[in-house]
């Protein structure tokens, strides 16, 4: 489905980007996996992945929290001369806290890793994919941007941006045969959930119509596609990934 | 490209447009499909068979009016008694009405609301029925970007997909923990015969305000059904997919 295709994955160590790297791979792609530290486990499991597909994998450094570090990991994305075909924008931090609780560097740190950096490496893979006449962006945001979820403001409200960002970059880039969409997933098995205490979570999955959570696997294929043809009269489109909520 | 492999579907409206090239895209993926069609063709009997065999697939055609209630019961107690269990119903028949508001007789009205919801909704209660027994499913329905929008000419089109579309919504709700998922697709302009009820300008103005500068194709739409219809979407049910080059 996305044989030969060259991806640029985010926040590739873990979670739902980890999963996303497995599943493009294991549909063809060859893939640039930058993650904010490389460790011997990261780089085993980029090149077993490779191996296995018979795809590429280019493990990348890049620290999100400073717009220097992700602008030399641009350089080292189109020093490659690869056409870029799609980007897949998943790093993102969060950090509880009331928003009378919050502190300015909270919000922001998260304000700039989840939307600033995100920007920042999106403009860089544009040049690539404008040279070529076409592309397909994909951003991460969250439930939590349109819902609203108590405890989460600095997240939400960065989330929320990456919709608005989506929305006029696919009115922006369009003509250029790039298409911009954004998945807004729900309680998903990853880290992320194990500070959420357990009838919150509960009660949280009560209100899904599938009753269960999601799997990393299965926002990666709502990746998968959004990034194939499969997609391609798609854009500016904000799609929830939930298992249902009212 | 096998997203489809062993999935069983029916398909409403198969002989042109988007009902048609969303039975070939979907049997190239895989699926036997019962590919339903108003009325007895030759034609598509003919068409239905040279895709079957181009693909490998069972292409079963069925036939009813989608204002004809006994005539769809028996067409799904065609499908019931076959030995293949239905995992994904496609929802694409419709008509499409351009009037004003004030010209439009209650005659049209009805007739928007007959075939485009009513029809549907009751197909929809028989199918769902065989795909609880069988323990899950994935319910397509074709709406349109006017069920959306704000569209001259198009109150009785746009309210008719409307209603098919909360009704959807509302349908995956009830039937998600019978691991039943239920989605609308929302085509925007798209290169079908419907577009023959457009004016030059109106198509033109539309497609400018696209970010993409162009009408969808057929199997553009056809695609994104495909992949409800498929395991790949397992996490997603009630959500409206516009598929509209960005409006």
């Known amino acids: ?246 | 490209m096998n997203i489809l492999d062993k999935k069983n579907i029916l398909i409403t409206g198969c002989n042109r447009g988007i009902g048609l090239s969303t039975m070939r895209l979907c049997a190239s993926f895989g699926a036997n499909i019962w590919a339903h069609a108003r009325t007895y063709n030759e034609d598509f009997e003919h068409s239905c068979s040279l895709i079957g065999k181009e693909f490998h697939v069972d292409i079963v055609p069925v036939y009813f009016d989608l204002a004809d209630k006994e005539k769809m019961l028996e067409a799904v107690k065609l499908i019931r008694a076959s030995k293949a269990p239905i995992n994904g119903l496609i929802s694409n028949a419709g008509i499409t009405h351009n009037s004003f508001f004030q010209m439009t007789s209650k005659a049209n009205l009805q007739e928007n609301l007959d075939i485009n919801f009513i029809g549907p909704y009751i197909l929809t209660q028989y199918i769902i029925k065989l795909m609880m027994r069988n323990g899950g499913g994935s319910i397509v329905s074709i709406a349109s970007s006017a069920a959306i929008d704000a569209n001259m000419g198009r109150s009785a089109y746009g309210a008719s997909k409307a209603a098919l579309l909360t009704a959807t919504k509302s349908l995956s709700r009830e039937v998600g923990e019978y691991g039943v998922r239920a989605n609308s697709l929302a085509p925007g302009i798209t290169q079908t015969e419907m577009l023959e009820s457009m004016s030059e300008d109106t198509i033109e103005e539309t497609v400018n305000s696209t970010s993409l500068k162009r009408c969808g194709k057929p199997s553009e739409i056809a695609s994104v059904a495909a992949f409800l219809i498929s395991d790949m979407s397992s996490y997603i049910t009630g959500q409206t997919f516009r598929v509209d080059g960005g409006m």
């Not at chain 1, 920007?119 to 991460?140: E, H, P, Y």
């Open chain 1, 1 to 246: 489905m996305l044989k030969d295709r060259n991806i640029v994955v985010t926040g590739a160590l873990q979670g739902i980007g980890r999963e996303t790297v497995e599943q493009l791979a294991s549909y063809g792609a060859n893939i640039w996996a930058c993650s904010h530290f490389l460790d011997s486990s990261f780089l085993a499991f980029c090149s077993e992945t490779a191996k296995e597909n018979n795809i590429s994998i280019f493990p990348l450094e890049g620290d999100f929290t400073s717009i220097d570090s992700v602008k030399s990991m641009s350089r080292d994305i189109l020093k490659s001369k690869l056409p870029i075909d799609g980007l897949v924008n998943v790093a993102g931090i969060t950090k509880d806290a009331i928003f009378q609780m919050t502190s300015s560097a909270d919000l922001a740190k998260i304000y700039e890793v989840n939307v600033m950096a995100t920007l920042i490496l999106t403009q860089a893979v544009c040049k690539s994919m404008i040279r070529a006449g076409s592309g397909s962006i994909v951003n991460i945001s969250s439930i939590s941007a349109i819902d609203g979820v108590e405890g989460q403001i600095s997240y939400s409200a960065s989330k929320a941006a990456l919709i608005g960002a989506t929305k006029t970059l696919a009115r922006e880039l369009g003509s250029n045969n790039i298409r911009v969409n954004c998945i807004a997933p729900g309680v998903i098995d990853t880290d992320m959930n194990t500070n959420v205490p357990e009838d919150i979570l509960h009660a949280r999955l009560n209100n899904t119509s599938l009753k269960r959570m999601g799997a990393p696997s299965e926002v990666a294929d709502l990746i998968a596609f959004f990034l194939s043809d499969l997609s391609s009269y798609m854009t500016g489109q904000i799609i929830r990934i939930d298992g249902g909520m009212a």
